[in-house]
């Protein structure tokens, strides 16, 4: 995972959408998804509340905003290791980012590094229900 802040969250989607084309097939992918939730931040214990909790996940996620609306900061977990890599991938795309970028950017990488194909429908729900609850968080920003 790059640890500089790429420039925008499509150049973001590029850099993801170039690594996993390294792969040549999907065990190689899962592997680097879980790789990357495992380098995820320590997620503090009292956050993981219901308030922040994200539901239509099967597995546990929390998912924490933060910053402004000119930076929006996110932290998220999950107990699950492949939905943490999804984590990963989704703080990624639209942490530390304006709030206005965030609610104008569509997930445009999860189609193009084959995600949508090779999630379970559940692994797909919860993702969208992530997506959908971080565009909420960042939509109320700019109405504040």
């Given amino acids: 995972m790059n ?20 792969f040549g097939d999907w065990t190689e992918r899962y592997q680097y998804l879980i790789d990357l939730g495992k380098q995820l931040p320590a997620f503090p214990e009292d956050l993981k509340t219901e308030e922040f909790r994200v ?3 099967q ?23 492949i939905v943490s890599g999804l984590i990963a991938l989704v703080l990624r795309v639209y942490s530390d980012r304006p709030a206005s970028e965030i609610v104008a950017t569509e997930p445009r990488f999860i189609e193009a590094i084959g995600l949508a194909k090779h ?8 993702l969208a229900a992530m997506l959908a609850k971080l565009k909420a968080y960042a939509a109320a920003m700019l109405r504040a």
Wanted: aromatic residues 8%; contains cysteine; charged residues 15%.
């Fill in 59 to 81: 597995s546990m996620v929390w998912l924490v905003p933060g910053g402004s609306t000119d930076k929006l900061h996110f932290q998220a977990a999950s107990d699950s290791a």
């Fill in 3 to 22: 640890a500089i802040a790429t420039s925008s969250a499509e150049q973001a989607q590029q850099d993801i959408v170039d690594e996993f084309a390294f």
């Fill in 55 to 57: 539901h239509g996940c």
């Fill in 119 to 126: 999630l379970s429908p559940t692994r797909s729900n919860g």
